[in-house]
């Protein structure tokens, strides 16, 4: 649990999409409510379609949200004029996926990172070029290279150009989508521990979305699993990983590989092949383990810190005391 008074306050964040040819819209993001602390990363994990990109964008405003609210350095940024959301912006940044979409082919690197420091006037323009400098050092690469183009550079190189271009303007706080997930395993090490350390010279805040488990457990302070557009599960990143209590949990914990190749024929096939996104969280129907789940599930205590929300018990586990409604 959090205390004190958070970096960033999200709740009840609900986004939806129009549906194809008039039909009923899409509920990408359903309720969802987090706290994340000054100097911390909460990791953001789930399958493909779980809703955790969306959640990214509209917690950055750049997706529009149905309702909810979101607090950035005690300032809510829903009710937020358009100017004042972009003067908010030097606050929070965010990492693409894929470094070979998200630098612009036809700029130099040098203009790729100055553009930021233009937009915010954050430094002095005679500034920009030590500034520049300063960034390219930062993030593990040599100064003499920015007259280069982007395609001259690996993908790990341009992964931390895309982090230095992020990190221009002094945020206090990044969405790292996927930021490793292109890259081959050596630089995701290198990518990954770039980032630790970032975050503990600079005192940065992350919003870790992954799928890889392993890396989220390594980076990852508290985790947060999603599901159909719902937080099923959160917890200290210990307690999430040694002690699930969502069934959905366990399949993604389960669908982890492990060196034995018994071993991991008898956990693949307890992880259904294909669960029911509309149900198990917060519809009607049957969940991935093919219980009955009517209207929305309680939300309930685990531990200290550690929540799940699931009307299914996994018979091995002792039935916590609900949660308070203001902790939702």
Known sequence: MTTGTPLLSVRDLAVSFPGRNGGAPVRAVQGVSFDL???????????????????GRAVLQLQAIERGSVHLLGRNLTTSSAAQVRGMRR?????????YSSLHPRMAIASILAEPLQVHRSVPRSAIAARVNELMELVGLDPGTLQRYPHEFSGGQRQRIVIARAL??????????????????????????????????????????AHDLAI?????????????????????????FERPGHPYTRCLLDSVPVTDPQ????????????PDFRAHAGGSGRCVFGHDHQGGPAWHW???????????????????????????
């Open 216 to 240: 989220v457990r390594h980076v990852a302070h508290r985790v947060a699993v999603m599901f159909g557009g719902h937080i099923v599960e959160m917890g200290d990143t210990a307690a999430v």
């Open 263 to 274: 071993l991991q024929r008898q956990r693949l096939a307890q992880v259904p092949l294909e």
């Open 37 to 55: 602390d000054a100097g911390q990363t909460l990791g953001l994990v789930g399958e493909s379609g779980s809703g955790k990109t969306t959640t």
């Open 91 to 99: 606050h929070m940044q965010f990492v693409l996926q894929n470094p």
């Open 302 to 328: 685990l531990g200290p810190g550690h929540g799940v929300s699931c009307r299914y018990w996994p018979p091995d586990l002792a039935r916590p005391e609900p949660m308070p409604d203001s902790t939702a």
């Open 168 to 209: 221009a303007v002094h945020p206090d706080f990044v969405v790292c989508d996927e930021p490793v997930s292109s890259l081959d395993v050596r630089t995701q090490a290198q990518i990954v521990a770039l980032l630790q350390s970032l975050q503990e010279r600079l005192g940065l805040s992350y919003l870790f979305i």
